[in-house]
């Protein structure tokens, strides 16, 4: 029986790597009917097993990490430091030195074995599909294996892999694109309807979804679940930074750039994302490496004009609320629209 079927609220907490997921906020969606989710990107994997090991002290009901898959693909090295040359002003500013954009996999092969050998309920992969020797191992172990898809296409690799589960995850989500690199952009209610039409794999719907109306919506057009991370942004058990939380509570814009990390990502409008949008290169996670000292130095001090502030196009409905009440509320928020569109639907003759 999967995880999905027995969920008693169809609420995920989305992997929000960087510090806003937190155990503290998995663990209260979880307890309180939802599924929340750990972010291993961008950690050690001694990190994670820590993380992991603080969830089930603070609950006993299932949850989820999610792990960022290596990028393949060559880089062109030339861009990347040109970008460097572009940047390095702003790092002066700041008083920090540019990092080196080397590659590098993120751990995942530590990861992966970590949740092997101390095996979770859910593992959603991002950046890409699993190959098919890890969605075995981990199904062999008791875990659902999840995928991340921006694409119909990319849904129905998922399927030939054997995944349990997807995440259909619309062009209007804030943080990264989960999917793979070359994903035609797709808004979440058509892709949800085009990969429900598909495959015969529950799906989770994100993008976009940040208030019980929203949860009701995707429910309607095929999923088994909502997948929100920047309606959780605000929760105290959160580890969002308060500029960040400011961000997210503003009716700021987004867009979607590789300023930051080199790979397309959803961000609030700051000056750094007008200023090098145009200019950001292809490439994570180099760029990333190249930008992390500059980013750091803004979060630590509050500069909102340099630092990559995540967050969904729906970021102005997120609420300032404890975890659990928030998942109740959005349940029963959207208990209400369903309500209320069946009540219309009595006119429709």
């Not at 875990?143 to 349990?164: F, Q």
């Not at 989960?178 to 598909?198: I, K, M, N, Q, T």
């Not at 308060?242 to 609030?268: C, E, I, N």
Request: glycine content about 10%; proline content about 7%.
């Amino acid at each position: 029986m999967s995880v999905l079927s027995v969920l008693p609220r169809p609420i995920v907490a989305a992997p929000m790597a960087g510090g806003p997921s937190t155990p503290a906020l998995a663990a209260a969606v979880s307890a309180a009917g939802g599924l929340g989710f750990l972010a291993a990107g961008m950690i050690s994997a001694d990190r994670l097993v820590a993380d992991v090991a603080e969830v089930r002290a603070r609950t006993d009901r299932p949850f989820g990490v999610n792990v960022f898959l290596p990028t393949a693909g060559a880089v062109d090295e030339a861009a990347v430091r040109a970008y460097a040359e572009r940047l390095a002003p702003e790092a002066r500013r700041h008083g920090v030195t540019l990092g080196e954009p080397r590659g590098g996999d993120d751990g995942y092969p530590a990861k992966l074995a970590a949740l092997l050998a101390d095996p979770v309920p859910v593992v959603s992969f991002a950046f890409g599909l699993p190959d098919p020797a890890a969605v075995a191992a981990l199904r062999e172990r008791g875990t659902e294996v999840w995928a991340t898809v921006n694409s119909p296409d990319a849904a129905t690799a998922a399927v030939r892999l054997g995944v349990d589960a997807m995440v259909v995850q619309g062009t209007e989500a804030g943080g990264h694109r989960g999917g793979l690199p070359d994903d035609e952009d797709y808004a979440l209610l058509p892709l949800l309807r085009l990969v429900a039409a598909s495959c015969d794999r529950p799906l989770v719907a994100a993008g976009g979804i940040a208030d019980g109306a929203g949860v009701a919506a995707v429910l309607t057009a095929g999923a088994a679940a909502a997948q929100l991370g920047t309606a959780f942004l605000r929760c105290p058990e959160a580890g969002t930074s308060p500029m960040h939380r400011a961000a997210a509570a503003s009716a700021a814009p987004t867009a979607l750039t590789r300023a930051f990390t080199g790979k397309r990502s959803r961000a609030v409008v700051n000056d750094f994302l007008r200023r090098h949008d145009r200019s950001a290169p292809v490439g994570y996670p180099q760029v990333l490496q190249l930008t992390r000292p500059l980013l750091a130095a803004a979060r630590g001090s509050g500069d909102a004009s340099v630092a990559n502030l995540w967050a969904g196009q729906a970021h102005p409905l997120a609420k300032e609320a404890p975890a659990g009440d928030l998942v109740t509320e959005l349940v029963a928020e959207a208990r209400a629209a369903l309500s209320a569109a069946a009540d219309r639907s009595t006119a429709w003759g």
